[in-house]
């Protein structure tokens, strides 16, 4: 038997995959120019950036669940 913990990983891995494909199903040429504008972005800030979200996404998760 799996874990809630597992499944909700699962599930939220899922609609990652969802709102990324939508996001590029609506507007591919956006998606383009997003992704060239993360290339041209120094290390550093795409660091932080990534470390924000996912402080953010803790807190959200944090927040729902209790």
């Known amino acids: 038997m799996r ?3 597992f499944a909700d ?3 939220g891995l899922g609609i990652l995959f969802v709102l990324e494909g939508l ?10 120019r ?3 504008s ?3 972005t120094p290390d550093n800030i795409l660091r932080a950036v ?4 996912a402080v953010a996404g803790l807190i959200l998760i944090w ?3 209790h």
């Open 34 to 36: 997003a992704m060239k």
């Open 3 to 5: 874990s809630i913990a």
């Open 9 to 11: 990983f699962l599930i």
């Open 50 to 53: 990534g470390l924000g979200s």
């Open 63 to 65: 927040l729902v669940r």
């Open 23 to 32: 996001l590029f199903a609506a507007s591919p040429g956006w998606m383009r």
């Open 38 to 40: 993360a290339l041209a």
